[in-house]
């Protein structure tokens, strides 16, 4: 899978990020402070993230900051994009199911690398809900 990552940082797990997506053998797509060569504040490294996986360039993403409150607000700006900000695995695993997310947003403060891995084995491992009811939910975001 292709998955783009950003960070506005390389502070906590910006970078751990970056090598445990690439040893679950995913491509990664770098923005922001981790790609050295672009704006790095959250606002920017998010969207350049979220419009990957809007523009098709990537299949998922992964937008970090201080908190990730501001990295998940950035990336659901863009139409298609349905970021979900994760402290634990079972919030990731649920945003999959039922909300058929597609970034996932990370705080790089509160992150440790033990959680970490357990979010992404989280997010990874889920899949969208076949319900009706769950996917009409989703459905009606593009409405709102």
């Known amino acids: 899978m292709r998955i783009s990552v950003a960070a506005d940082s390389l502070d906590g797990v910006a970078e751990r990020v970056v090598t445990a ?8 797509i770098r923005h922001g402070a981790l790609a050295g060569d672009e704006r790095d504040d959250w606002a920017w490294a998010s969207e350049s993230a979220a419009r990957d996986v809007a523009e098709g360039r990537a299949d998922q993403a992964v937008v970090c ?3 990730g409150t501001g ?7 863009v139409p298609g994009v349905r970021a ?4 634990d695995a079972y919030t990731a695993g649920g945003a999959r199911k039922w909300n058929d997310a597609n970034v996932l947003a990370l705080s790089l403060r509160l992150t440790s690398d033990v959680v ?3 979010i992404l084995d989280a ?9 009706a009811s769950d996917r009409a ?4 975001l593009d409405d709102i």
Do not use: F, Q
Not at 123 to 131: C, I, K, T, V
Not at 137 to 140: D, L
């Open 21 to 28: 997506l690439r040893r679950r053998g995913h491509e990664v």
């Open 65 to 67: 900051c201080w908190t």
């Open 71 to 77: 990295a998940s607000i950035a990336a659901n700006k």
């Open 84 to 87: 979900a900000l994760c402290a």
């Open 116 to 118: 970490l891995d357990e």
């Open 123 to 131: 997010w990874l491992e889920g899949a969208p809900s076949a319900d």
């Open 137 to 140: 939910n989703v459905a009606h």
